[in-house]
Nanobody
Framework: QVQMVESGGGLVQAGGSLRLSCAAS????????MAWYRQAPGKQRDLVAQ???????SYADSVKGRFTISRDNAKSTVYLQMNSLQPEDTAVYYC?????????WGQGTQVTVSS
């Protein structure tokens, strides 16, 4: 089992920034990818960004150039730096760790961007 705990969400005005953190614990050996997803009310959960064990990153088109995913292996933590936030970025953000063919999810953290 892998446990994921997110933090860093909140309310921010459009154009502002937030940094989300997600600490992993438990059976983290063998985690091959860590990712951030988001889910807005009434919508499906979508991939925002991911980073592999080899530090390869990828982003949803809607956040490219504004969001940056990074990891601190010593702390088993993945971050999502979000800049130039817009109201359409409002959602619950979930982190996930991929290991042995399944994803382990955090509980989610709310990000609200006011216009």
């Amino acid at each position: 089992q892998v446990q994921m705990v997110e933090s860093g969400g909140g309310l921010v005005q459009a154009g502002g920034s937030l940094r989300l953190s997600c600490a992993a614990s438990g059976s983290i050996f063998g985690v091959v990818v860590m990712a951030w997803y988001r889910q807005a009310p009434g919508k499906q959960r979508d991939l925002v960004a991911q980073i592999t064990a080899g530090d390869s990153t990828s982003y949803a088109d809607s956040v490219k150039g504004r969001f940056t995913i990074s990891r601190d292996n010593a702390k088993s933590t993945v971050y999502l730096q979000m800049n130039s936030l817009q109201p359409e970025d409002t959602a619950v953000y979930y982190c996930a760790a991929g290991r042995a063919g399944r994803y382990y999810w955090g509980q989610g953290t709310q990000v609200t961007v006011s216009s």
